[in-house]
């Protein structure tokens, strides 16, 4: 096995969540262990987790992965919101591989390229590659993965700073013609993760409402819904444009169901409901 020298350093282990190896499994597991799900009928081709520390959105987040404990996925693409002011609009990473204290996670660069060249093509941009970057929302989400997953896996790592309807629908569009033109769906056992927040800084009570109008559009299976409902001011979602083209990229896949498994708000886990952030976990799968 080739080693890995240009790893992304972690800015967010032993802070928003363990750095400590066996710490993080454990807590990891207790969070997917302690989820209540329903029966999930159909293969999983895709998750929607939050992304806050483990403390306040660790037990939501474990009802989206537990529905993967068992699968073996070859590649798994997670897209997330960017929340820092790069200029960029679509970024993933330089670095060869993720690094938590789990292990590392190697990046499918040549994927990546591939992607790049339909992008050009479709909305006249790539993805920008960046460095050592401070970005939480999507490393939050490869412990749980490292714990559910049978075998080890390939990292795509797509972080929109941009979350227009253009934008998503075009990555969404593109990513398509890279799994079929390239033969992933044939070759390789892909997987998708959306990550992203609700609502942010309501009162506990305002909060439900505008979660769950957004996770009612989950459930209707409605990408242009989720992506447009900001603009509605019906509802919030800080990772609306990673949602949404993962949506459209499961669909287009065959997935024919989404199911909402949790909702929560930090006031569950703080007790202050007087500004809340609001976190949701969905699965999205397609019939046998």
């Not at 050009?120 to 559910?148: C, M, N, V, W, Y």
Request: hydrophobic fraction near 40%; charge should be negative; include cysteine.
């Amino acid at each position: 096995m080739t080693k890995i020298e240009n790893k992304r350093p972690s800015p967010i282990a032993g802070q928003w969540y363990p750095g400590n190896v066996k710490q993080l499994a454990d807590e990891v597991d207790n969070y997917m262990d302690s989820a209540k799900l329903p029966e999930i009928k159909g293969e999983v081709v895709a998750v929607m987790a939050p992304h806050a520390g483990y403390l306040y959105s660790g037990s939501v987040a474990g009802y989206a992965f537990a529905t993967l404990r068992g699968l073996s996925p070859d590649i798994v693409f997670v897209l997330s919101p960017m929340h820092y002011p790069y200029y960029e609009k679509l970024m993933t990473t330089s670095h060869d591989a993720y690094t938590t204290p789990l292990g590392d996670i190697p990046v499918d660069h040549k994927i990546i390229q591939e992607l790049n060249g339909y992008l050009k093509e479709e909305i006249g941009i790539t993805l920008k590659e960046i460095s050592e970057d401070e970005e939480h929302s999507l490393e939050i989400e490869l412990p749980f993965l490292q714990r559910a997953l049978k075998k080890p896996f390939s990292l795509i790592p797509i972080m929109l700073r941009d979350q227009s309807e253009h934008t998503s629908y075009g990555l969404a569009h593109s990513i398509l013609k890279t799994i079929k033109e390239s033969n992933l769906i044939v070759d390789k056992s892909i997987l998708l993760v959306a990550s992203t927040d609700l609502s942010h800084f309501f009162p506990h009570k305002t909060a439900i409402k505008l979660d769950s109008e957004l996770l009612q559009r989950v459930e209707r299976f409605d990408p242009v819904g989720v992506i447009r409902i900001e603009d509605e001011g019906k509802g919030y979602a800080c990772g609306r444009g990673a949602l949404a083209a993962v949506m459209w990229i499961a669909k287009d896949l065959g997935a024919d169901k989404a199911t909402v498994l949790k909702h929560a708000t930090s006031g569950d886990t703080s007790g202050e409901y007087e500004r809340v952030v609001g976190y949701g976990a969905a699965v999205i799968t397609r019939s046998n």
